[in-house]
């Protein structure tokens, strides 16, 4: 059977490599359709997919390290934080890093809630992070800048007003 498939395979490689322009013409003209061939492709085969990817990986993975090592080192400037945090700023909240530098110092560079600057530390760098943006996740829009622990608070109360009042009521119950 293995016999079968590798010669299979290797009529579709030769296939492949005789009628490439015949296959992009085809795949350019039909885009929607090669998308949805894909798309469904990947769902059916799902896990033989991803046995397939690890094993590629594990068999080439000194062979990847290299590559993404000079990956790296050719595109250094994606790979300095403050290149991502402007791009997490315009992609997550639709402000530019002028704007987030406006409501910092609109809040003197402390916490909306706390009024404390922050003082969580970034667990791989070890510098102190910047105020995180919180806003309304049901409409997008910014409502200010927290530090971490106000931030995580906030998540875990779901900004639900109902609920922050309650812990506010049994926090005062037992003053």
Known sequence: MKEKAKHNKEWHQKYYIKNKDKIKKYQLENRDKTRKNGKTYRERYKEKIKISNENYRQKHREEIRENSKKYRQNNKEKYNTEYYRKR??????????????????????????????????????????????????????????????????????????????????????YE
Do not use: M, P
Request: overall charge positive.
């Open 88 to 173: 997490d700023l315009k992609k997550k909240y639709g402000i530019d890093i002028i704007k987030y530098n406006e409501i910092s110092k609109k809040q003197k560079n402390v916490c909306a809630i706390c009024v404390n600057s922050e003082k969580d530390k970034d667990y791989k760098t070890k510098i102190i992070r910047q105020l995180a943006v919180d806003h309304n996740h049901e409409t997008g829009k910014v409502r200010g800048l927290l530090c971490s622990k106000c931030n995580k608070a906030l998540g875990l109360f779901k900004d639900n007003i109902e609920i922050l009042e309650k812990a506010i009521k049994y926090l005062k119950l």
